[in-house]
């Protein structure tokens, strides 16, 4: 079966514009999560959707946000971009919730602000 | 910031040999899950080890789970140059609100 996507691969932007990510997760899977990674941070945790509802958020202002769709697929969005918003965003699903089971990742979204 | 650390940050070994990889973390989990990550793609997982359990194998992957201590290993044995990539631990938190804490990993080169 067709593995998570995410759209756009790569993208530009300049400070103070906004952005909006999408994830399609694998399907019958519910749960989609979110995850910014830089050089000097590693990985971290933004948040995670399940049946719609966001049920857990990481250590981001709220210029970060996102949301689910009933058909699983998600968006993210990043207002105000700041230089330091670069990154590369992985998204990824599960059948359930955060707690059980393997993550399945995308190949990610990479992001420059300039 | 981080909650978990890989250590160490960087190994390079030839091919045929093992590497041995340490992950800590600061809160208590119900699961920790160990990825690989290929340069700037996307993560894949390799395995999953319980609080409850101490050792898991597979294939050429060892884990041991040492929640005293909120350590754990990952050894890769008889390594390969296709092992070149990064390496994640990823711990569920326990309690109500779930979150996932990654380290920054280890990258691993394997030299043929």
């Known amino acids: 079966k067709a593995g998570v996507t995410q759209t756009p691969r790569y993208l530009i932007k300049t400070r103070g514009q906004q952005v909006t990510l999408s994830c399609s997760p694998i399907?019958?899977?519910?749960?989609v999560s979110w995850y910014q990674q830089t050089p000097g941070q590693g990985l971290q945790f933004l948040f995670e959707?399940?049946?719609?509802?966001?049920?857990n958020k990481g250590n981001f202002p709220g210029r970060f946000s996102g949301r689910q769709f009933s058909n699983s697929r998600s968006e993210m969005n990043v207002s105000t971009l700041e230089l330091g918003d670069s990154a590369l965003y992985l998204c990824?699903?599960?059948?359930?919730?955060?707690?059980?089971?393997?993550?399945?990742f995308g190949e990610g979204s990479r992001l420059t602000v300039l | 910031s981080q909650q978990g650390e890989e250590d160490p940050q960087a190994l390079s070994i030839q091919e045929g040999e093992n590497a041995t990889m340490n992950c800590s973390y600061k809160?208590?989990?119900?699961?920790l899950q160990w990825y690989r990550q290929n340069s700037g793609r996307g993560l894949v997982h390799l395995i999953l080890?319980?609080?409850?359990?101490r050792e898991k194998h597979s294939g050429r992957l060892r884990v041991t789970l040492d929640t005293s201590k909120k350590s754990s290993s990952l050894l890769i044995t008889a390594s390969r140059a296709a092992d070149t990539a990064s390496y994640f631990c990823?711990?569920?938190?326990?309690?109500?609100?779930?979150?996932?804490?990654f380290g920054k990993g280890t990258k691993l080169t394997v030299n043929p």
């Open positions: 990823v711990g569920i938190s326990q309690g109500g609100s779930e979150k996932l804490v």
């Open positions: 080890i319980r609080s409850n359990e």
């Open positions: 399907s019958g899977h519910r749960s």
């Open positions: 809160t208590s989990i119900n699961n």
């Open positions: 959707y399940f049946s719609e509802t966001q049920r």
């Open positions: 990824a699903s599960r059948r359930r919730e955060i707690s059980t089971g393997e993550l399945f």
